[in-house]
């Protein structure tokens, strides 16, 4: 019965986190109307949502996700090649449970982790 999820996630600044997904990241803002307090945002066939949290500490935000990939290898030297930041613990790595795998923190430090199957 279920068929998709968009998970939402925290952000301090619209415009530093649509700046951030839209130009590193290569997401749409697919919103028709744009809210000042929320944001939905769509790269290939997954979207992510935000909601305005002014007060969110970034040290203390948990705000994860987890994307799959089906070319992760030609999506990560897509970054590096843009200058993305990887995070520093999640350069691109085979995992023991069969995953390749490569983590992000947006501006707000929410995590992302792309991962493929191997």
């Known amino acids: 019965m279920l068929t998709e999820i968009h998970p939402k996630l ?3 600044d619209k415009n530093k986190t ?3 997904y839209m130009d590193a990241l290569g997401f749409l803002n697919i919103g028709a109307v744009d ?3 929320y944001l939905m945002l769509q790269k290939d066939n997954i979207q992510i949502h ?3 949290f002014k007060g969110l500490d970034p040290k203390e935000n948990y705000g994860q996700v987890y994307i799959r990939c089906n070319d992760i ?3 990560y030297t897509s970054l590096l090649e843009q200058n993305v ?3 520093p613990n999640g350069k691109l790595t085979v995992k023991a449970w069969g995953q390749k ?3 992000l923190l947006d501006p707000d430090n ?3 982790t792309f991962g493929q199957n191997l």
């Open 10 to 12: 925290p952000m301090r």
């Open 18 to 20: 649509m700046n951030y």
């Open 35 to 37: 809210y000042p307090d």
């Open 50 to 52: 935000f909601f305005l």
């Open 73 to 75: 290898d030609h999506f």
């Open 85 to 87: 930041a990887i995070h």
């Open 101 to 103: 795998e490569f983590s």
């Open 110 to 112: 929410n995590l992302l």
